[in-house]
């Protein structure tokens, strides 16, 4: 019998919708069709009456949402015969572009930032056996580097500039329309390069059967102005709120920032290369950019974990930091329904996380009384 697994991942399943031929040889690792999970105990706190869910995008292959993009990116490069790829990373596009290159068979260059990398990513890259190239500068300068190296080297960049990146991510968009059976009202996201945040928008815009868009038509880059994905499945858009960590936030200050710093490291970005395309989704979806700071986040972070049992990284907790402040203040209405992205799994940044343990951890004596007594205080 042949193996004919249920679900193959997100090109086979929208083949008709991404600019992909139907005999390409697909390289998936059963990305995408993560879940949308309701909150509860976190509305319930906040004192609010909003529909609020995550789209746990921690559970691709990698971790990350940077799967459903890659797995675009290394297909396309692979049929036009490329032998390398190259990106400069925070960590996660390293990983996946890491574990996308070892199975395709081709060789995969990473920039990562000195020092600022968080521990499982840095693991994923090596495992997958990525050339890792640590250099001593931020992802900033990693990404100019990528830019010249390309220019004058068989490499293919899949950083998210790579617009087959793009048509990948879009696909979150459809598969939050499939379970909601309509457009969130608002979709909360962590800001970096601002890919994701442009991909989301053109999914939700083809959905909306939404063509004309002289910003997106360029983000696509496939359709010469006339979307051919276009349907009419839902009738509104969602407004797209773009949240940054303080440190890093070039879209609230209006212009790059040089030195970016937060402990997000996944959003740790002073010049995002999608700045345009992120202007027009805000001005298009009629949403808008906010501030958290690294407290916040973190206090975001746990509280996914301890309310809902939910362990993202510092990054994607950002939007639901964002989200929060937004319904507290009544900026996103009673009566919403409010999705927030959380971009990566907890389990990347173990350092971060153990380094908010508190008192969580006692060490006792391996003895029936000093265990029993512990357990009584605390009951
Ligand atoms: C890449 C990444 C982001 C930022 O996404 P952009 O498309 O660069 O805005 C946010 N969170 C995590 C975990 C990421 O890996």
Redesign the pocket.
């Known amino acids: 019998m042949p193996f004919r697994p249920r679900y193959t991942g997100l090109i086979a399943k929208y083949l008709d919708r991404l600019p992909i031929s139907d005999d390409a040889r697909i390289l998936g690792l059963g990305e995408g069709n993560t879940p949308l999970i309701q909150l509860t105990r976190i509305p319930a706190e906040l004192g609010r009456d909003v529909d609020l869910y995550v789209k746990f995008e921690g559970l691709n292959p990698t971790g990350?949402?940077?799967d459903r993009g890659m797995t675009m990116a290394v297909t396309k490069a692979v049929e036009q015969g490329a032998k390398a790829i190259i990106c400069a990373s925070?960590?996660?596009?390293s990983a996946s572009a890491a574990a996308y290159a070892a199975r395709a068979g081709i060789s995969c260059f990473v920039l990562i930032p000195d020092g600022k990398i968080a521990m499982g990513k840095l693991a994923q890259a090596i495992m997958h056996g990525a050339q890792v190239l640590q250099i001593r500068g931020n992802f900033d300068a990693g990404m100019r580097l990528v830019k010249e190296l390309a220019e004058h080297a068989p490499l293919t960049i899949v950083n998210?500039i790579n617009p087959y990146r793009l048509q990948g991510?879009k696909t979150a968009a459809f598969e939050i329309i499939e379970e909601l059976e309509r457009a969130p009202d608002y979709h909360c996201?962590?800001?970096?390069?601002?890919?994701?945040?442009?991909?989301h928008w053109i999914g939700y815009s083809e959905c909306a059967g939404r063509t004309g868009d002289e910003q997106l038509t360029a983000a696509c880059a496939f359709c010469g102005g006339q979307c051919r994905y276009a349907s009419a499945l839902v009738e509104r858009r969602p407004r797209m709120v773009g949240y940054q960590a303080s440190g890093s936030a070039p879209f609230l200050r209006g212009g790059p920032v040089a030195e970016p710093e937060t402990v997000?490291t996944?959003?740790r970005?002073g010049d995002?290369q999608?700045w345009d395309y992120a202007q027009a989704v805000r001005e298009e979806s009629g949403g808008w950019f906010d501030e958290l700071s690294d407290e916040e986040i973190l206090q975001a972070q746990r509280m996914l974990a301890d309310h809902e049992g939910v362990f993202?990284?510092p990054?994607?907790a950002?939007s639901v930091a964002g989200a929060m402040r937004d319904i507290r203040s009544g900026r996103i209405p009673e009566g919403s329904t409010v999705v927030c992205t959380l971009?990566?799994h907890g389990l990347?940044d173990p350092d971060v996380a153990s380094a908010q343990a508190g008192d969580a951890v006692q060490t006792v004596d391996a003895d029936y009384q000093a265990v029993r007594e512990a357990i009584l205080k605390r009951l």
């Not at 925070?90 to 596009?93: F, P, Q, R, V």
């Not at 996201?189 to 991909?199: C, H, M, R």
């Open positions: 990350s949402f940077k925070t960590g996660n596009t998210s991510q996201l962590p800001v970096g390069n601002a890919g994701n945040i442009t991909a997000a996944a959003i970005i995002p999608s993202c990284e990054a994607s950002t971009t990566g990347k």
